[in-house]
C-alpha cells in the first residue's frame, strides 16, 4: 500500500485529507507540526509528502529544505499546502524543490489529481526498465538512473522533475514544447494558473544546464508560446 506523509498543524484539515486518501486506498501518516514531519519522514520513508507551509516553530519551507537535504528521503514528491496565494511563496518553495503546490481552500478532489499525477511521474522514472538505457543524441546524454544530464565530459545533476523537464524537451529537441503540454505530460494536470510553476523551473533547469554547456544555451524561451531545446 502507498504510504502518505501529511504534515499540518490544523487538525481538521489533517484529518480530513487522511480521510479522502484512504478511501482512495492509500495509507496515511499524520503529523502535526514540522519537527514531527521531520522525523516521520525519515523513519517511515513515505512514497509522497503533503506539507503545510505556515507551521508553529518549523515552517514548512525549513522542512521541505531539511528533507531535500537528507539523502535518504531528498527525492520524495513534495505538495506544499498553503493559505497564500502570493508569488513569492510558491518561488521559495519551488527554489527549496517542492514538487508542487495547492493553495487553501483547495477542492479534495483536485488534491487526490496532483497526488496521482505524481506518484504516477515519480514512479515511471528512474526505475522502469524502459528508462535504464542512456539516451544520446550528439553531445547530450541523459543519464536517468541518476537523473542527470552529461554534455560532452561535464554531468549535471538534476531534480526529479527538472529531468522530466530536460527529457520532453530532449524528446522533442528543435521543436517548441509549450508550457501547456508541459504541465500534462510532467504534472497530469490541465493548466490554469501554474503558468508561473513552469517559469521557476525552466529558470532552475536553464542555471543548471548553464553550468556545464559552455557558451552555448540548450534552452530557448519561445515568448507566447512555450520553450525549446537546440542540440
Known amino acids: ?13 489533517n484529518e480530513l485529507i ?7 486506498g492509500y495509507e496515511v501518516i499524520q503529523a502535526f507540526n514540522g519537527i514531527e514531519g521531520f522525523a516521520l519522514a525519515k523513519q517511515e520513508e513515505p512514497a509522497l509528502i503533503i506539507l503545510d507551509v505556515m507551521m508553529p516553530e518549523v515552517d514548512g519551507f525549513t522542512v521541505a529544505q531539511r528533507i531535500r537535504q537528507c539523502p535518504e528521503i531528498a527525492e520524495t514528491p513534495i505538495i506544499m499546502l498553503t493559505a497564500l496565494s502570493q508569488l513569492d511563496d510558491k518561488v521559495n518553495g519551488f527554489n527549496i524543490g517542492v514538487d508542487d503546490y495547492l493553495t487553501k481552500p483547495f477542492e479534495t478532489e483536485e488534491l487526490i489529481v496532483r497526488v496521482r499525477a505524481l506518484l504516477k511521474r515519480t514512479k515511471q522514472i528512474p526505475k522502469s526498465s524502459a528508462v535504464r538505457e542512456l539516451l544520446t543524441y550528439k553531445e547530450v546524454t541523459l543519464l ?41 505530460e510532467i504534472w497530469g ?11 521557476v523551473h525552466i529558470r532552475h533547469l536553464r542555471s543548471k544546464i548553464d553550468k556545464i554547456s559552455g557558451d552555448k544555451k540548450y534552452i530557448e524561451t519561445i515568448y507566447g508560446g512555450g520553450y525549446k531545446l537546440n542540440i
Open 1 to 13: 500500500m502507498t504510504k502518505i506523509l501529511v504534515v499540518d498543524d490544523d487538525n481538521a484539515i
Open 18 to 24: 487522511k480521510i479522502n486518501l484512504e478511501l482512495q
Open 144 to 184: 536517468p538512473e541518476t537523473y542527470s544530464v552529461q554534455i560532452n565530459d561535464k554531468i549535471q545533476k538534476l531534480t526529479p522533475i527538472e529531468f522530466d523537464i530536460f527529457n520532453l524537451l530532449f524528446q522533442n529537441h528543435g521543436n517548441m514544447v509549450s508550457g501547456a503540454r508541459l504541465l500534462k
Open 189 to 199: 494536470y490541465e493548466p490554469d494558473d501554474n503558468v508561473e510553476t513552469i517559469r
